[in-house]
């Protein structure tokens, strides 16, 4: 434990979830970004974080973590300071989601795209 810091740690444990579809793409109802899912039991991200005066990840989908946590941090102007033990980690999407980058085309102003209202 890091002499100075908070000892107390959190636990986060969070369901995977499958993707149903969006609500009100055309944005008429105001929930344009909305979207609808279902909870799958018995697969989810099951991590332990606490302070630390550095960045330190272990466990399965480290890497990933780290690179979502240090843009979060930037994003937010904050410095990427914890301690992340992953003890489960759901699996990395595959196929043609959205935010996957075979979905570039679907961006406005994109060679393909045939909206610029997504």
Known sequence: MDEGLHTAAIAIDAPARLHLGF???????????????????????QLTMAPSRSLEISGPGAARARMALEQAAAALGVAALARITIQRAIPSMSGSAPGHSSALPSQPGSPGCTSDRL
């Open 23 to 45: 609500l009100d793409l055309e944005g008429t109802l105001g929930r344009r970004f909305g979207s609808i899912g279902l909870a799958i039991d018995g697969i989810a991200t």
